[in-house]
């Protein structure tokens, strides 16, 4: 045999083996896509090619939301209800409905724990953007709002809605409908501990870390491995704490009834549900407000899959509904 016909057959060889390779990586990559939204982290994690059109598309949704529900953006549409006078006619997005409606309905369910009307409270106590509070508002109000109809509201007193409790959890949501409509399947979200899993990790169930709050790295204290749709939304006060005026520390998630900080008995409470992001990540907070017996209780009676995670050695308390891990 001739050189000429061993170095072709040693280049045959070599593309085999180059395509073996390139093969076999692609059946295990994933691509990862991440940056910074509504003051902290967002992650994407996909098995699947995620374009620069696509990533775009994710970017621009989450600018979008963001001057939808945030109180940062003083031009955002929340922004704008809460600047707008009482007992007027306030316009709203079909979004913002969906969002609102669901928050009061929401609010009677838990007998007023969660509340998405305490804004004036959240910065008053310094958790919020300072500018973001109109003249004479309050920090809390039982007048609360009416809806006229699917695109307009009345509010009935001078308060200051707040929906950090539900905007990540919708925002996440929203994700994973453009990345089924662009026919990627296999894919994490995960927007500040707002969650959704979908599909696989290359056949391989997706695996999620509940973080145990009394260790100061990510180490986990639980793990859910999911193959298919799950959203998972985690609320805790352990690092969201500051010192108030007197000295005592305050967290940023408040009782309505008392208008006073929480003193849970909890680390961190996760809820799981397999409808939507949204619904995790507004019960969370409500769980959490509400603090383990009362929590608990309401979880069993609504089916809600939640779990507190205890100071005693991390115990865990589970409701009736929680089967994602052992």
């Not at 009677?108 to 409270?121: A, E, I, K, N, R």
Request: aromatic fraction near 10%; hydrophobic fraction near 40%.
């Amino acid at each position: 045999m001739n050189r000429l016909a061993i170095s072709k057959l040693i280049a045959i060889a070599v593309g085999i083996i180059c395509i073996l390779f390139a093969y076999n990586y692609n059946q295990s990559a994933t691509y990862q896509i991440s940056g910074s939204i509504y003051g902290t982290y967002w992650k994407l994690i996909s098995t699947e090619y995620i374009t620069d059109a696509l990533k775009k598309e994710i970017e621009e949704e989450l600018s979008r939301i963001d001057y939808i529900a945030s109180n940062y953006k003083k031009t955002s549409e929340i922004s704008r209800i809460n600047s707008a006078p009482v007992n007027q006619l306030i316009n709203v997005s079909q979004e913002m409905y969906s969002l609102l409606s669901f928050a009061e309905n929401l609010n009677q369910v838990t007998d007023g724990y969660y509340d998405v009307t305490l804004g004036g409270l959240v910065i008053e106590n310094g958790f919020g953007p300072p500018d973001a509070m109109t003249e004479n508002a309050l920090p809390t109000s039982n007048k609360r709002f009416d809806f006229v109809s699917a695109n307009a509201i009345v509010k009935n007193d001078n308060f200051q809605f707040d929906l950090s409790s539900i905007a990540k959890g919708y925002a996440v949501d929203s994700i994973y409908k453009i990345m089924l409509q662009a026919n990627r399947n296999n894919f994490l979200i995960d927007i500040g501990g707002e969650i959704i899993v979908n599909g696989s990790k290359h056949g391989t169930p997706w695996v999620i870390g509940i973080q145990n709050p009394s260790s100061l790295n990510n180490q986990s204290v639980i793990e859910i491995l999911r193959t298919g749709f799950l959203a998972i939304a985690t609320s805790g006060e352990y690092r969201n704490t500051k010192l108030n005026d007197s000295g005592q520390i305050i967290s940023h998630t408040f009782i309505p009834s008392t208008k006073k900080s929480i003193e849970n008995k909890s680390f961190s409470v996760t809820v799981i549900s397999e409808k939507s992001s949204m619904i995790a990540d507004a019960w969370a907070t409500a769980m959490n407000v509400m603090g383990p017996q009362k929590g608990i209780t309401l979880a069993n009676q609504e089916g809600i899959a939640a779990m507190y995670i205890m100071p005693e050695e991390n115990n865990i308390i589970k409701s009736n509904f929680w089967n994602y891990s052992d």
